[in-house]
């Protein structure tokens, strides 16, 4: 669908005045692309091609070659060059140059893109079924196989049609003639249906494939060779003087600072500034046994959602920092949580994932349990003598829970829970005042893996930066079907230090329309109401900050992430340097109406969920970093430098990660680094609740 | 492709009601009242049972024929998976089928109510095969090897046009060094294509065996 109007206007070309389309982008932009089309082809599919062009970041402009001739079949090539150069001048005046711009033509539009790779050195040529003025294509193919010597651009050629010998000939003379001679890299891919002009309504799916499999190749093609344009900075970098050329992953050779000063982890460096984490804290077991010595052991650790258990003695069974515990309610509903260890010789003393039980029974020597952990009976107890010190369930040192999530620490001198929470506290308010009976936790769970280190997918879970290249997919399926996306919204957003090592990347509500599918009337009328609602019981100012998305990140390992569109709760365990597991909850209001909650499940899984079209590139992209890492030696250091420039980081901006890594840094070496300093925040990321909530959560039964 | 969904096809929009889904989740269920009034199903229990007696011979010839049928559907349908020309292979769904894979601890989720690993309408499923044809689905490219295996194809019931159907499976997948199993149990809801005569999916549903998606990490492919 068409989202930016092409421009129609002439200019002049070889012979008289030449019609072309504009589309010029304003942001960021990765090259120039002339489109030469077949007369008659322009009014009709050139808009979606150069919108299409456009997602890519390509502007482009566009004419019918040898327009307004009245004889179209004997049109001399000199004409079509010319009117193609007319065109790569026409965007020289914008910039670009030679090497910057791609040339994609169709029909008589491809001989002319053909005969432009061969007259000038571009950086990529695209020609779709070419054929000369009024022969066949296969007469166009045998003449430009005897030009393979002298093309001079990157040339492909999409060739589409009935399969008959002569094109079947046609065709592999040219590819033979292009590999043997030509100076540059060519392809030519043959498809047995013809192509239709991209987007354009194929018969039938033999067709479409075509046409999409065609549109693929020419973007890849361009994409692979278009020379990128260099922004100011970067060519303010090309041009410094060579004495202050840095190596800059040289080992040894390093910057101006004093490395003994500096912890042989995290690089922080203000002055520069940049903040670098080296590679080798990912893959050394040294250094994962003293995460959980001295981060898992001594921190409060995120265990479950006391929605997960509705009844008195429902249990769950899982594990946190490698201890297999046992999640229950007593028989009274009061939340416990038990090391699941049969403190005879600890025999795993409840093996089922979930259940309702008010007392269990060890299957190994039949002592008997209740819920509330206290030994109830052992087989033959009068072997043991009076005095015997008769051993209840052992537990986590601590446990205790904030507005339904309960989480336990093994380390007996922690702070409380409310302490240690800090300013993610708030956060957490966020969120779980968007019910007015209690946020709950959804049946069915995402349990997947990584391979890859525990802290990468930390970073990536509130990693504005790789949005729209990682999930480019994602976003193509949300403007499809919204008709658009502002991408830019992604950056009205602050990223912030929450103290003790937390983090969030929050925006304001502009962000809310960025991911999942568009609602009905109906349940956008639902939901205002249900907001309109919140004003009342919560001001305005608090309810503008909910409306807003918020990336959170409760030091060491969990992740709560609201997007309004839909809520997760991310549990990461360290399983060893190079592989971790994950388990993702859906978090919703449950007083939502059906369309609003079906709108969350689709919106959850397919942006979050292992089996959607977004998690699984973010797998893709921690799991390659990991193998790399094997090189860390001769790649030393990850940058988290983004924003420390200008003290106002965005959610695109890497101000969130060096919270956590600061964090991390000194609980590992004793190295206190000292917050960032940042401009404030405006009253969006501050405003506070009007009054104490108006309800208690839904907890204990 | 006529019917390729876009924001102004309304039919694509993010609507629906609950009542769509209940005939589908009755019939996997194999519950419901249509069950004992279809007539074709108390004469294909009978044939079941008195498989060899005269008069009968003819409907078990048809099971015959028709678990073949269903058979090479489903050989057909994988291999087109496995090749990856997945445009043809949405041909071979209906505009209003679903693509669906329950979360691995609950099999029988309701898709309306739990949450589910995969959960496509037609809208989805089309930026899914297509998404996954181009350098964007990153977890993907370079494209992996898969083979599907399908195996215990069994007819389950039968009304109208629409057959169920349940096979179990399991897709290996290839790539990078590494091979990912997924096994588990087809219970898919095939319609009779009045056109071509073969059939479509209604449902397409594939129930993970797998305790949970380790060492794999995600479903990237279609199961």
């Not at chain 1, 067709?207 to 549109?215: I, N, V």
């Not at chain 1, 966020?430 to 970073?459: F, P, R």
């Amino acid at each position: 669908m068409v989202r930016i109007h092409p421009v129609r206007t002439e200019i002049p070309g070889s012979r008289s005045a030449l019609p072309i389309a504009e589309l010029y982008l304003g942001i960021a932009l990765r090259g120039a692309v002339a489109l030469l089309c077949d007369e008659g082809d322009q009014a009709l599919d050139v808009s979606e091609t150069m919108n299409s062009l456009a997602e890519h970041g390509y502007e482009s402009v566009a004419a019918a070659v040898a327009s307004g001739q009245g004889d179209r079949t004997q049109v001399p090539e000199g004409e079509l060059v010319q009117d193609t150069i007319v065109l790569v001048d026409h965007l020289g005046k914008r910039g670009w140059t030679p090497a910057q711009i791609g040339i994609i033509g169709y029909g008589l539009g491809g001989y002319a893109a053909f005969a432009a790779a061969v007259h000038g050195s571009f950086g990529a040529a695209v020609s779709v079924s070419p054929h000369a003025a009024a022969s066949p294509v296969a007469r166009a193919l045998t003449d430009m196989a005897g030009r393979a010597a002298s093309v001079r651009t990157p040339w492909l050629g999409l060739i589409g049609g009935p399969d008959n010998g002569q094109l079947r000939s046609a065709i592999r003379q040219l590819e033979t003639a292009l590999a043997a001679s030509s100076p540059v890299y060519t392809e030519v891919v043959a498809y047995r249906a013809a192509i239709a002009p991209l987007y354009s309504h194929a018969p039938d799916s033999a067709a479409h494939a075509a046409a999409f499999d065609a549109w693929q190749r020419t973007t890849e093609w361009l994409n692979l060779r278009v020379a990128p344009r260099l922004t100011p900075l970067a060519k303010a970098w090309r041009a410094r003087p060579s004495e202050q050329v840095t190596l800059v992953n040289q080992p040894g050779v390093d910057s101006l600072r004093k490395e003994s000063e500096m912890s042989e982890y995290v690089n922080d460096d203000r002055e520069m500034p940049r903040f670098r984490v080296n590679r080798e804290v990912m893959v050394n077991p040294a250094v994962f046994a003293r995460e959980r010595e001295l981060i898992f052991d001594k921190s409060w650790l995120y265990l479950g959602h006391e929605t997960e258990l509705r009844k008195p003695n429902d249990f769950k069974t899982r594990t946190v920092a490698g201890r297999p515990l046992i999640f229950a309610r007593d028989a009274k509903g009061a939340i416990r949580v038990w090391v699941n260890s049969c403190p005879h010789r600890g025999a795993m003393l409840c093996r089922e994932q979930q259940g309702n039980a008010r007392f269990l029974t060890c299957f190994y020597h039949g002592w008997t349990f209740n819920s509330s952990g206290d030994m109830v009976s052992m087989p033959g107890d009068d072997s043991y003598g009076p005095n015997f010190e008769r051993p209840n369930l052992g537990a986590p040192a601590k446990v205790d829970s904030y507005r339904g999530f309960v989480f336990v620490s093994f380390d007996p001198g922690i702070v409380d829970l409310p302490t240690y929470l800090a300013g993610a506290k708030e956060y957490l308010d966020l969120i779980c005042d968007q019910s007015s009976v209690g946020m709950t936790v959804l049946e069915g769970t995402h349990e997947y893996s990584v391979k890859a280190n525990w802290k990468l997918l930390v970073e990536n879970s509130f990693d504005g930066y790789h949005a729209v290249s990682t999930h480019q997919r994602y976003f193509e399926m949300v403007m499809a079907a919204r008709g658009k996306l502002d991408a830019s919204a992604l950056s009205e957003s602050r990223g912030i230090d929450l103290g003790n090592g937390h983090g969030v990347i929050a925006g304001q509500p502009a962000t809310e329309g960025l991911f999942g599918r568009p609602t009905s009337d109906a349940a956008r009328a639902e939901k205002e109401e249900r907001i309109t609602q919140f004003r009342q019981l919560y001001g305005d100012k608090w309810v503008d900050r909910m409306r807003g998305a918020r990336n959170l990140v409760i030091f060491p390992n969990l992740v709560v992430i609201d997007l309004v569109m839909g809520v997760v709760v991310r549990k990461i365990d360290p399983i060893s340097p190079d592989y971790m597991e994950v388990t993702a909850w859906e978090l919703v209001p449950p007083e939502e109406g059906e369309e609003l909650h079906r709108q969350r499940l689709d919106n959850f899984l397919t942006f979050w969920g292992p089996g959607g079209l977004a998690s699984p590139d973010d797998v893709e992209a921690l799991e390659t970093c990991q193998r790399s890492y094997a090189a860390r030696r001769e790649v030393q250091w990850s940058d988290i430098s983004r924003g420390m420039y200008s003290h106002r980081a965005s959610a695109n901006d890497e101000l969130q990660m060096r919270t956590f890594w600061r964090r991390w840094n000194r609980l590992i070496t004793g190295e206190e680094l000292p917050p960032e300093e940042q401009e404030p925040l405006d009253e969006l990321y501050t405003a506070q609740r009007l009054a104490d909530r108006g309800q208690q959560p839904a907890s204990l039964g | 492709m006529q019917d390729r969904p876009t924001q102004a096809n309304p039919a694509f929009r993010w609507t629906g009601s609950r009542s769509q889904a209940a005939p589908f989740s009755q019939m996997e269920t194999g519950l419901g009242p249509h069950r004992a009034a279809s007539p074709d199903w108390r004469r294909m229990e009978e044939a079941q049972v008195d498989g060899f007696d005269q008069g009968t011979h003819v409907q078990t010839e048809a099971r015959v024929a028709a678990q073949h049928e269903i058979e090479q559907f489903l050989y057909g349908e994988v291999h087109l998976l496995d090749e990856w020309r997945l445009h043809e292979w949405l041909d071979l769904f209906t505009p209003d089928a679903r693509y669906l894979v329950p979360a691995t601890d609950k099999p029988d989720g309701d898709p309306e109510r739990d949450l589910f690993l995969v959960q496509d309408d037609r809208f989805l499923l089309e930026q899914r095969a297509n998404s996954l044809l181009t350098r964007a689905a990153h977890a993907e490219y370079p494209r992996s090897r898969t083979r599907h295996m399908v195996s215990n194809v069994q007819i389950i019931d039968r009304v109208d046009d629409m057959v169920e159907v349940h096979a179990n499976f399991a897709v290996f997948r290839m790539r990078r060094g590494a091979m990912d199993t997924y096994i588990g149990q087809y219970r898919h809801v095939l319609v009779r294509d009045e056109d071509s005569g073969g059939f479509r999916f209604k449902i397409r549903k594939a129930v993970l065996d797998l305790d949970a998606l380790r060492p794999h990490g995600k479903v990237s492919i279609i199961l």
